[in-house]
């Protein structure tokens, strides 16, 4: 079981980028997927987060909600998250991850993203700067 985040780099503020998180050995669609971010010297924190592809449930922090949007193509096994009008509060190292074979069912709406997640990929580094 793996996953590949990419997509990072340096833009300037009001730029844009999309990660990408690949998942291999596992089917990521039938799992929940969260992005997360950590920025420096901080706790890593939950970004955006969308349930497996039959509830189509979608969780955004309120701090990207509508710049961040969050998709999977699930013929690639993939999940994006599209990162628009980016700031430099946005800076940070950016993880994916799933809930493969979970603890427990998880809750994700607009309003929370909770699930275990324990599989995690290696970050991708966004830095947003004039």
């Known amino acids: 079981v793996q996953l590949q985040a990419s997509g990072g780099g340096s833009v300037q503020p009001g730029g844009s980028l999309r990660l990408s998180c690949a998942a291999s050995g596992f089917t990521s669609h039938y799992t929940a997927i969260g992005w997360f971010r950590q920025a420096p010297g901080k706790e890593r924190k939950e970004v955006s987060c969308?349930?497996?592809?039959?509830?189509?449930?979608?969780y955004y922090s309120e701090s990207v909600k509508g710049r961040f949007t969050i998709s999977r193509d699930s013929a690639k096994n993939t999940v994006y998250l599209q990162m628009n009008n980016l700031k430099p509060e946005d800076t940070g190292v950016y993880y994916c991850?799933?809930?493969?074979?979970?603890?427990?069912?998880?809750?994700?709406?607009?309003?929370?993203?909770?699930?275990?997640?324990?599989?995690w990929g290696k970050g991708t580094l966004v830095t947003v700067s004039s």
């Open positions: 969308i349930s497996k592809s039959r509830d189509d449930r979608i």
């Open positions: 991850a799933t809930d493969l074979e979970g603890a427990y069912t998880p809750a994700i709406s607009t309003t929370e993203c909770d699930a275990a997640f324990n599989y």
